[in-house]
Structures are given as C-alpha cells and as structure tokens.
C-alpha cells in the first residue's frame, strides 16, 4: 500500500537559517513507517534546494521494501535543532564494481535515476561537511565515498566543490554524460518547430493523422487519482505484451518492480505529484507516460506504446504532447531520466543535464593517498578540486 501523504499539520516549518545544532545520523529507513517522520520526510521534499522523486519518501520507503530486504541501507540524516534537514540512502559495499575496494555509496538501484540527496535549501554546504565527517569517523574499511548519479552543477553541487576545497579534500568525477532534459522559455509548437527539421515534422504530422484515421484518437492528460488503479493495470499489460515483456524486462516481470511502479504512482498522486499522459484509439491505449513533477523541475518516469502502432513513431507522438511542460506552472525543466545519447528523445529534447559518478576522500592520511592511487588509475589523471 502507499503510504499516507502527510498532512498541514504533519508539516513542520522550515529549518530556520540560523546557528543551529547540526548532526548526521545513521537511521535505519524501518523507523520511517511511522507517519510523524514521514511528515517531516515530506516537508523537507518541499523545501529541497534541488528536487529528487527517486529519494522522496513515497519512492524510496517502497523502493527499500522491495530491494533491502536485509536492511543494510541506511539513511544518512542531517537534523538541524532536531529537525530533519536532509536526507540521503548510503550503503556500505565491499567492491568497486569489478574491483575489491569497499566504500561507502549511495544506494541506487535500476529503477532510479537520481542520486542527490534531499537537503534543505540553505543547508546544502552543511549537509556535506556533516557527511564527509561522518564518513571520515565511520570509514571502517571503506577507502572512499562513492556518490553515483549526482547532477554536476545547482546548489548541491556547488555546495560540495566548496566544501571539499576548504576542508582540502580531495575528489575525482570518475564518470560524466549527459541527458536529454527539457529546459525552454519558447511555446512548445516554436520548439517543435527548432528542435526538428522539416522533413521529420511533415513526417510526424502525417504520422499523427493516420493513426488518427484508426478510431477515435484521444490525448489524456491527468493529475489526479481517479482511474489510477486501472490505468496502472493498463500500462503493465501494455509494457509487458512488448518487447520488455519477452525480454524479461519489463516492470510486470518481476513482483518486487510491479509492487514498486504501483505504490510509487500511487504515493506521487496522493501528494499531486504524478501527471499521467497518454494517446488512445477507441478507448484503448497506443502510448502512455507517467511523469514526476516536482517543482521547479519534472521527470518522465516510466513510458510504454502498442508495438502494433509502431509505424505511426506513437512514442514520438506521445513526447510530442509532452511539450506540454514548457507551459506547465511552476515547472522550469524536464529530466527525461533516459540514457545519453538516447536514440528518440535525445532528438527531441535539445537541452542536457550532466550526471556523474564521483568519488570523495575520507578517513586520515593513509586512507586519503591510497585513494589517490586509486583515482589514478581509474582516471589518468591526479584526484583533486571538483570543478
């Protein structure tokens, strides 16, 4: 079941910016079933110097259910006077991906696109020093703090390139690409019209009106709960009769990623943070999207089409509706969650976001030059200030 969103009177104010008590604590995430820290869970989501879905209570709580059985994950906690001020999942491993170095890391797993931790604005430079502190204390056998899918600029990161060049800490970005966001200030027709040529909008146009010649052509675009069970069962089935479902990889393929989609949709439109769109023939669907938003920004989760339409491109269309966004309020830009150099959307959407993976020094002298060799040989290149 989705957990209860929290009410107005759940919600604490914001952290104050003031001198404060500041500590990091290790929490296991079972503690958070109880709703009076998930309401102070959902109220710092609100007050996030940079958005996260993937780290917010209704994703992550189901996501470590699902996925953290054994309950090694913990939940790294900034409290400022007692009150919580961010938020990140780490876990320590013993390797390194196909290398024998434990660390500490951010947990991640396939169905998560984002590792930036939940902070409150204001607070970002904090969250780092207390957590670099942290690690530096309960290194253990850790030889470094790995940070995977964390955005290369905003406040946070900032905040961190700051932090580790006062505290002459080194860090290396051991892997940086880029993906397809949506960011304009144009209409979403004047950014069809840059982002493709001629020749792909006449074919996408006449695409467009012989699919509509098939039956009656609807576009559905919600943001509230009703339907939301049955829609979800549509989507599943529709993912699943695909290309992902023979593969073995669609959401509906596996019990703990079905029970994940459910209760993540379910959690997102209780807060009013799902949109979900989609184009239909006679009541049926040909593509469907459901997406994230979270202001400032968005993010398209999860989309799926009828491989029977497949040459009407019912993928592309469906973005096409997407441009939408451009004139959603409040919502400045799109994160399309893909991967680079994404053959549709990156066609499509014609800004980038940089996402890396990046590893931080900790623990005394010894530790901190054998890190050294490590970045290294990793990188070619000596670990160093963050840029």
Known sequence: MATRPASADDIPHPPEMRPVAMRMAARDWSEFADPGQQGQWDALAEWAAEPNPFFESWYLLPS???????????????????????????????????YPFPQWSTWIHSNCFLGAPLVARGFEAAFWRELLAWADQNSGPALFLHLSHLPLHG?????????????????????????????????????????????KRKELRRQRRRLEEEGRFEVRRRTDSEGLESWIDEFLALERA?????????????????ALFREALSGAAARGKLE?????????????????????GAYSYKT??????????????LQRENLAM?????????????????????????????????????????????FGAIARR???RPAGELE
């Open 242 to 258: 695909g290309w992902k479902g023979a593969e073995g990889s669609a959401l509906a393929s596996a019990p703990r990623t079905e």
């Open 155 to 199: 406040p946070l990161w900032d905040a961190l390139t700051q932090v580790c060049r006062d505290g002459v800490r080194a860090a290396s970005v051991v892997k940086r690409e880029e993906r397809a966001m949506l960011a304009s200030d144009l209409s979403p027709e004047d950014y069809f019209e840059a982002a493709l040529g001629g020749k």
């Open 64 to 98: 470590l259910r699902g996925f953290d059985e054994r309950g090694r994950v913990k939940l790294l906690c900034l409290e400022a006077d007692g009150q919580l001020a961010g938020l990140m999942p780490l876990r320590r491993d013993l390797a390194y991906y196909r």
């Open 378 to 380: 990793e990188t070619g």
């Open 276 to 296: 979900r769109l989609g184009l239909r023939i006679d009541g049926k669907p040909v593509a469907m999207l459901a997406s994230f938003l979270t202001p400032p």
């Open 326 to 370: 451009l004139e959603r309020p409040g919502i400045e830009w799109t994160d399309s969650c893909a991967a680079a150099d994404h053959p549709m959307i990156d066609h499509l959407w014609t800004e980038r976001r940089a996402i890396g993976r990046v590893n931080v020094a900790i623990g005394g002298a010894k530790r901190r030059a054998l």
């Open 304 to 317: 799926t089409f009828d491989e029977a339409y497949s040459r009407y491109s019912p993928g592309v269309l």
